[in-house]
């Protein structure tokens, strides 16, 4: 079972830059997309940014021009680049790869906390 490791979350100040890290345990084909979401509690995992195969990325209106997904599909990795960190992007963060057949894997989350 391919498992994902996300690492780089932490404490920042608002203002701040942080870089996410994930990479698959093993070599992960046939990705249709993988990107990042995140979860505060009582609410519901929202997309932060996906990379498609086809080289297409979104992203969430509220991270447009702070945040960038980046991607190597060979390596089965993924990244998210964090600019200008306000308090609201406080979140869990976790990396998501998802193949051509529906099935998907998770990371097991990684804390940001924005906070003077």
């Known amino acids: 079972q391919v498992q994902l490791v996300e690492s780089g979350g932490g404490l920042v100040q608002p203002g701040g830059s942080l870089r996410l890290s994930c990479a698959a345990s093993g070599k992960i084909s046939s990705v249709s997309r993988m990107g990042w979401y995140r979860q505060t509690p009582g609410k519901e995992r929202e997309l932060v940014g996906e990379?498609?195969?086809?080289?297409?990325?979104r992203y969430a209106d509220s991270v447009k021009g702070r945040f960038t997904v980046s991607g190597d599909a060979d390596k089965s990795a993924v990244f998210l680049q964090m600019n200008s960190l306000v308090n609201e992007d406080t979140a869990v963060y976790y990396c998501?790869?998802?193949?051509?057949?529906?099935?998907?894997?998770w990371g097991q989350g990684t804390q940001v906390t924005v906070s003077s």
């Open positions: 990379m498609y195969s086809s080289g297409t990325i």
């Open positions: 998501n790869f998802r193949l051509w057949l529906g099935v998907q894997y």
